[in-house]
C-alpha cells in the first residue's frame, strides 16, 4: 500500500474541518451523539492519517505541522515540536476558523507548486 503525502494528509484535514461547527479548540476531537466529530486543526491531521504505522504517522504528522507552523510562527511561541505550536495557534484565544482554513489553504498551495 502506499504512504499517502504530505499534501494528500492536509487536503483530507482540511475536509475535516469544512465548517465552523466542525471546528474546535482545546482538545483534539470530540465525538457528539448524531453529530459530526469536531476537531482542532492537529486532531484533523491526525484522523486524516489514522491508517499508518505509528512510525510512520508521527513522522507524517509532524511534516504536516511544521508545514502549517511555517506560516505564522510569529504569531504564536516558539515551541520545540511543531505539534505543540500548531496547537497553539488552533487554541489561541482569538483565533477564528477562517485563519485556520487559510493556514491550511497556504500550506496546500505551497505543496502543490
Known sequence: MKQPTVLQVLIKADQLLATPSRWIKGRLAQR????PTRYCMLGAIYAASDKLTPEVRLELIDECCKALVDHYEADVPCEEYARHSLAA?????????????????????????
Do not use: G, S
Open 32 to 35: 457528539e451523539l448524531h453529530a
Open 89 to 113: 495557534f488552533n487554541d489561541a484565544p482569538r483565533r477564528t476558523f477562517e485563519e485556520v482554513k487559510a493556514a491550511f489553504r497556504t500550506a496546500i498551495d505551497e505543496r502543490k507548486a
